[in-house]
């Protein structure tokens, strides 16, 4: 059984502050890692992808990944309250037909 | 212009009826799906079509018929509604490729059983 774990959180953190969430999957095969953002009420729109080991940056948000440790996890810089939402990793293959595996979401709040 | 546009997006209905909820991508992609979101947020595939085909079922009543007219379009029925199928139900399209698998979802379709 494929899983992704995240921790469901919330996790608050003040505006401006560095907001890590953190996301660990079971299927040591798995070859690509995404990150959805989910506000309540909308569609899982997606952040950020990673396929290989170290890290990706993109504005104020970098993915890390490392296979070893079957770990990804996201970093969001300076956060807004805009940023407050549901943060969702899911891990998949890079061929063939299959779906991904999505974690149960981590709540970020983020205060003013 | 929508990439993955459903409808209905709310549709409240009695148990025991029967519903479909309709989808349909612009985004020339080969792949489509229908994941269903429950009330704790976990998004968990239901069906995967590829080219009018099906991939991909994972263990869902036989009362979720999806059908492929063409690889734009999946639909989903529901026959005999029963309370526990209120859910948030997400149409999602990728172009199946070697360097990853990038899906995209559908704005969700909002299904209360009564």
């Known amino acids: 059984q494929k899983e992704v774990e995240q921790n469901s959180g919330p996790l608050s953190v003040p505006e401006g502050a560095i907001a890590s969430l953190n996301c660990t999957y079971s299927?040591?095969?798995?070859?690509?890692f995404f990150w959805y953002r989910q506000y309540s009420g909308k569609s899982p729109e997606l952040i950020m992808s990673?396929?290989?080991?170290g890290d990706k940056e993109d504005g104020r948000f970098t993915a890390q990944l490392n296979k070893a440790s079957q770990y990804v996890s996201l970093l969001i810089r300076d956060s807004q309250p805009s940023d407050s939402a549901t943060y969702l990793c899911?891990?998949?293959?890079?061929?063939?037909?299959?779906?991904?595996?999505f974690g149960k979401g981590t709540m970020l709040l983020v205060s003013p | 212009d929508t990439a993955v546009s459903q409808t209905p997006k709310y549709l409240v209905t009695q148990m025991g009826n029967d519903k479909s909820i309709k989808c349909e991508q612009n985004?020339?992609?080969?792949?489509m799906y229908w994941y269903k979101q429950d009330s704790k947020k976990f998004l968990k595939i239901m069906f995967s079509?590829?080219?009018?085909?099906?991939?991909i079922n994972e263990t869902v009543p036989n009362r979720f018929s999806p059908k492929s007219p063409d690889k734009a379009h999946l639909n989903l029925h529901i026959n005999s509604l029963e309370l526990g199928d209120s859910a948030v139900y997400f149409c999602?399209?990728?172009?199946?490729?070697?360097?990853?698998?990038?899906?995209?979802f559908g704005e969700g379709s909002w299904l209360t059983v009564v």
């Open positions: 999602a399209s990728s172009q199946v490729r070697t360097a990853g698998n990038t899906i995209y």
């Open positions: 299927d040591r095969g798995s070859q690509s």
């Open positions: 990673i396929y290989s080991n």
């Open positions: 899911a891990a998949g293959m890079n061929s063939g037909y299959s779906t991904l595996t």
């Open positions: 985004l020339g992609h080969d792949t």
């Open positions: 079509y590829n080219n009018k085909e099906l991939i």
